[in-house]
T-cell receptor
Framework: EAGVAQSPRYKIIEKRQSVAFWCNPI?????LYWYQQILGQGPKLLIQ????????DSQLPKDRFSAERLKGVDSTLKIQPAKLEDSAVYLC?????????????FGEGSWLTVV | QKEVEQNSGPLSVPEGAIASLNCTYS??????FFWYRQYSGKSPELIMF????GDKEDGRFTAQLNKASQYVSLLIRDSQPSDSATYLC???????????FGKGTLLTVNP
């Protein structure tokens, strides 16, 4: 079974520029998550989709971050304009459905450095 | 804001010893509890999950849950150098089963 695919794996941009990350979840997984992990910290949930609807985006900085999941499969996370503090790993994850005991599976992550 | 706290570490144990990792959570309504392992530069991978009070064993790993004390732990028996990693505690709850992570504990197993 193919895992969660993410691209690009690494990106270096200057502050105030924009960047977009793409995620393809495990086939058949209805729930998709974007997490931000800053070095030395645990992952922080940015947004959670159930199919193509948003169920939680309470920690998404909406003035600069946006995400969409068209057709309930692939997803894109965009940052515009980027700030230095956005330097982090952006982890996409998926699960069959969100539920008690349900396991989520992470992709390899997209490493962002803002200079 | 729901919080998940882990012993800050780093934790260092000799090879063959038992490593004990601890986690507390603030939301009494939390339903499921997970331990992830994260090697440096890699993404988190699931080790175990538990949702009933008591112990759950899987090979060298034992997860323990005490909902009354809002406490979950992970024991690693016969620790190996390959167990050296950051261990993340994660707690799920709420209508959307949102998964909240702690900051992680760095474990080093010395040969």
């Amino acid at each position: 079974e193919a895992g969660v695919a993410q691209s690009p794996r690494y990106k270096i941009i200057e502050k105030r520029q924009s960047v977009a990350f793409w995620c393809n979840p495990i086939s058949g997984h209805a729930t998709l998550y974007w997490y931000q992990q800053i070095l030395g910290q645990g992952p922080k949930l940015l947004i959670q989709f159930q199919n193509n609807g948003v169920v939680d985006d309470s920690q998404l900085p909406k003035d600069r971050f946006s995400a969409e999941r068209l057709k309930g499969v692939d997803s894109t996370l965009k940052i515009q304009p980027a700030k230095l503090e956005d330097s982090a790993v952006y982890l996409c994850a998926s699960s069959p459905v969100a539920g008690a005991g349900n396991t989520i599976y992470f992709g390899e992550g997209s490493w962002l450095t803002v200079v | 804001q729901k919080e998940v706290e882990q012993n800050s570490g780093p934790l260092s144990v000799p090879e063959g010893a038992i490593a004990s990792l601890n986690c507390t959570y603030s939301d009494r309504g939390s339903q499921s509890f997970f331990w992830y392992r994260q090697y440096s530069g890699k993404s988190p991978e699931l080790i175990m999950f538990i949702y009933s009070n008591g112990d759950k064993e899987d090979g060298r790993f034992t997860a323990q849950l005490n909902k009354a004390s809002q406490y979950v732990s992970l024991l690693i028996r016969d620790s190996q150098p390959s167990d050296s990693a950051t261990y993340l505690c994660a707690v799920s709850g709420g209508s959307n089963y949102k998964l909240t992570f702690g900051k992680g504990t760095l474990l080093t197993v010395n040969p």
